[in-house]
């Protein structure tokens, strides 16, 4: 079923429809017209006469909007709708509105006059419309909210930057974007790949200009180890916490080798308390996978779990419904390390290269650390090799030699 919702909010009115021309075209002539490309929807300030010229463009367009606030409180089939009637939405003294609603059988008449036009696609000319067929292009792909959100906002970042209608960018206008990234924007090697893998959908699937992106090369990849801590330091990071549930999300993380947005996603049914193993649903890559838990982490978490937990999630967040936000994982880490007085430079996922490096120091066959970590190539994992000093501590020094 095809929507047009508003809601009106302190300061703007926001507006989400599918893709539209004419009226992202109408919308846009309204003064403080934006979009937000993180939660999808368009606004404008809230106000009376905004409200009324929004009305206005529903009337002009055949548009039926109706109010969010009221569609989670009314059955579907009972949907307050701007028809014409009069209806007074939440601060705003509502006015009547004639509104010309499509007769009956007015698909029928224009069905007969369809003419499909074959070979011939629409040029994409209009930034807004491209973004939306990019996002349509990547959930039916399935990929990612968190990958959908980012492909946005770089292509709409590389569009604002060439200030081209879409058709018209070539090869140089690509080329000087990234460019742009590297030296005066100062991006990070890991960033500006990830740039490039949304450019080159984008120019691929939306455009069908993937020739663009041939002689584009990628920066070269920094071959930086990952910063491991010791045993001690995990023990001294764990003690410093003395909020339960920030050390039991520690202890999981470090338990299980769980990379940061698996863990705060973690639903009580994940863990089996019998196996000691815990369900990553979702990993990395859409992948699903078993990892282990400790038995000090279970019996804390049995703790934790009394008396019954109010809902799924393992670390639930401050907003009702929704779990733990990776940032705020971030921030308590950051404070264990802070309270531990280690100067590493280390961060949370330190905590999953440390599960590998001490896995692969007791004598754990590589191939089951690969499983455990969810890593699809043997290779990403061999990069521990390189951290472990099981067998550099065998070695002696020649200097040692030399003084002795």
């Given at each position: 079923m095809?929507?047009?919702?508003?809601?009106?909010?302190?300061?703007?009115?926001?507006?989400?429809?599918?893709?539209?021309?004419?009226?992202i075209?109408?919308?846009?002539?309204?003064?403080?017209?934006?979009?937000?490309?993180?939660?999808n929807?368009?606004?404008?300030?809230?106000?009376h006469?905004?409200?009324?010229?929004?009305?206005?463009?529903?009337?002009?367009?055949?548009?039926?909007?109706?109010?969010?606030?009221?569609?989670?409180?009314?059955?579907?089939?009972?949907?307050?709708?701007?028809?014409?009637?009069?209806?007074?939405?939440?601060?705003?003294?509502?006015?009547?509105?004639?509104?010309?609603?499509?007769?009956?059988?007015?698909?029928?008449?224009?069905?007969?006059?369809?003419?499909?036009?074959?070979?011939k696609?629409?040029?994409?000319?209009?930034?807004?419309e491209?973004?939306?067929?990019?996002e349509?292009?990547?959930?039916?792909?399935?990929?990612?909210?968190?990958?959908?959100?980012?492909?946005?906002?770089?292509?709409?970042k590389?569009?604002?930057?060439?200030?081209?209608?879409?058709?018209?960018?070539?090869?140089?206008?690509?080329?000087?974007?990234?460019?742009n990234?590297?030296?005066?924007?100062k991006?990070?090697?890991?960033?500006?790949?990830?740039?490039?893998?949304?450019i080159?959908?984008?120019?691929?699937?939306?455009?069908?200009?993937?020739?663009?992106?041939?002689?584009?090369?990628?920066?070269?990849?920094?071959?930086?180890?990952p910063?491991?801590?010791?045993?001690?330091?995990?023990?001294?990071?764990?003690?410093a916490?003395?909020?339960?549930?920030?050390?039991?999300?520690?202890m999981?993380?470090?338990?299980?080798?769980?990379?940061?947005?698996?863990?705060?996603?973690?639903?009580?049914?994940?863990?089996?308390?019998?196996?000691?193993?815990?369900?990553?649903?979702?990993?990395?890559?859409?992948?699903?996978?078993?990892?282990?838990?400790?038995?000090?982490?279970?019996?804390?978490?049995?703790?934790?779990?009394?008396?019954?937990?109010?809902?799924?999630?393992?670390?639930?967040?401050?907003?009702?419904?929704?779990?733990?936000?990776?940032?705020?994982?971030?921030?308590?880490?950051?404070?264990?390390?802070?309270?531990?007085a280690?100067?590493?430079?280390?961060?949370?996922?330190?905590?999953?290269?440390?599960?590998?490096?001490?896995?692969?120091?007791?004598?754990?066959?590589?191939?089951?650390?690969?499983?455990?970590?969810?890593?699809?190539?043997?290779?990403?994992?061999e990069?521990?090799?390189h951290?472990?000093?099981?067998?550099?501590?065998?070695?002696?020094?020649?200097?040692?030699?030399?003084?002795?």
């Amino acid at each position: 079923m095809i929507r047009y919702v508003y809601a009106l909010r302190d300061d703007i009115i926001k507006i989400r429809s599918p893709y539209n021309k004419e009226l992202i075209a109408e919308l846009k002539k309204i003064g403080g017209y934006k979009y937000n490309f993180d939660q999808n929807y368009s606004s404008i300030p809230n106000g009376h006469e905004n409200f009324l010229k929004l009305m206005a463009i529903a009337k002009k367009l055949n548009i039926t909007f109706e109010d969010y606030d009221l569609i989670d409180s009314t059955p579907l089939t009972e949907k307050p709708r701007c028809t014409g009637q009069e209806f007074k939405p939440a601060g705003i003294v509502a006015e009547k509105i004639n509104f010309s609603l499509p007769k009956k059988n007015d698909h029928l008449s224009a069905a007969s006059s369809f003419k499909p036009v074959v070979n011939k696609p629409e040029l994409r000319t209009d930034p807004d419309e491209t973004l939306y067929q990019l996002e349509s292009a990547l959930l039916s792909r399935r990929y990612s909210r968190s990958t959908v959100k980012s492909y946005l906002y770089h292509v709409n970042k590389m569009l604002e930057y060439v200030k081209k209608p879409p058709i018209n960018i070539i090869e140089d206008d690509i080329k000087s974007y990234i460019l742009n990234l590297a030296t005066s924007e100062k991006f990070a090697v890991s960033s500006m790949n990830v740039a490039i893998n949304a450019i080159k959908f984008f120019l691929s699937e939306i455009l069908n200009k993937n020739f663009l992106m041939i002689s584009v090369k990628r920066p070269k990849k920094d071959k930086k180890l990952p910063v491991v801590l010791s045993f001690d330091e995990v023990g001294r990071l764990i003690t410093a916490t003395e909020n339960f549930k920030h050390k039991l999300l520690l202890m999981i993380i470090y338990s299980g080798g769980l990379r940061v947005g698996e863990a705060v996603k973690l639903k009580y049914e994940d863990v089996d308390f019998e196996r000691k193993t815990i369900r990553i649903t979702s990993g990395k890559g859409r992948k699903d996978r078993y990892t282990i838990i400790s038995k000090a982490a279970l019996e804390r978490l049995k703790l934790y779990m009394e008396p019954a937990p109010a809902g799924p999630w393992i670390f639930p967040g401050a907003d009702s419904g929704r779990h733990l936000s990776i940032r705020s994982a971030e921030k308590i880490f950051e404070t264990a390390l802070h309270k531990a007085a280690i100067k590493k430079t280390a961060s949370v996922h330190s905590l999953r290269h440390s599960f590998a490096t001490h896995l692969l120091e007791s004598g754990v066959d590589i191939r089951y650390i690969q499983q455990l970590l969810g890593h699809a190539n043997i290779r990403t994992t061999e990069i521990y090799t390189h951290i472990s000093n099981k067998h550099l501590g065998n070695i002696v020094s020649p200097l040692d030699n030399i003084m002795n």
